[in-house]
T-cell receptor, first 113, second 109 residues
């Protein structure tokens, strides 16, 4: 398996623009996670899905952030409108079942100017 | 939810054993403990997971005392390539996940 796939790897955008990050989990994994990492705040869990259903989105910072998982092989994290403070590395991870180890993607480095 | 606390940084030398401790005083009955390793510009990578006592795999050992209020990741005979950030994660099967702030481990020659 190719592992968790994220796109794009790098994104530079201007404040106010919409940003969409994409993730393809490992085939057969039932859980998917979105994280944000910055120097100041460390690794933050934003939202996770189990069997394509959002279980906990309490980590989503504000209404500008939204996440979807239309099927078992694809998820998106959208920021609209983007702000400079959203600049971070966004990771997607998947796991086989509840409680099992998470496999992380390579991350998307987002820069909002 | 259990709050996790771990040292910000540590350093050691090649060939030494390194122990990194994570405190999780309010750990719940159903919570398990997992450690991840992260290199620069990469996502975290699973190292080891345990619930109680001792777990060992090919790269590390995890020691969990009876009260489970802390856990210690043990890396035997470290090398320069073990320089990384190590995260302690406490959570249960319902994904109440609490990540530690990470311990930056620097291995010197």
């Amino acid at each position: 398996d190719a592992g968790v796939i994220q796109s794009p790897r790098h994104e530079v955008t201007e404040m106010g623009q919409e940003v969409t990050l994409r993730c393809k989990p490992i085939s057969g994994h039932n859980s998917l996670f979105w994280y944000r990492q910055t120097m100041m705040r460390g690794l933050e869990l934003l939202i996770y899905f189990n069997n394509n259903v959002p279980i906990d989105d309490s980590g989503m910072p504000e209404d500008r952030f939204s996440a979807k998982m239309p099927n078992a092989s694809f998820s998106t994290l959208k920021i609209q409108p983007s702000e400079p403070r959203d600049s971070a590395v966004y990771f997607c991870a998947s796991s086989l079942r509840a409680g099992s180890e998470q496999y992380f993607g390579p991350g998307t480095r987002l820069t909002v100017t | 939810l259990a709050k996790t606390t771990q040292p910000i940084s540590m350093d050691s030398y090649e060939g030494q054993e390194v122990n990194i401790t994570c405190s999780h005083n309010n750990i719940a009955t159903n919570d398990y403990i997992t450690w991840y390793q992260q290199f620069p510009s990469q996502g975290p990578r699973f190292i080891i997971q345990g619930y109680k006592t001792k777990v060992t795999n090919e790269v590390a050992s995890l020691f969990i005392p009876a009260d489970r209020k802390s856990s210690t990741l043990s890396l035997p005979r470290v090398s320069l390539s073990d320089t990384a950030v190590y995260y302690c994660l406490v959570g249960d099967s319902h994904y109440q996940l609490i990540w530690g702030a990470g311990t930056k481990l620097i291995i010197k020659p």
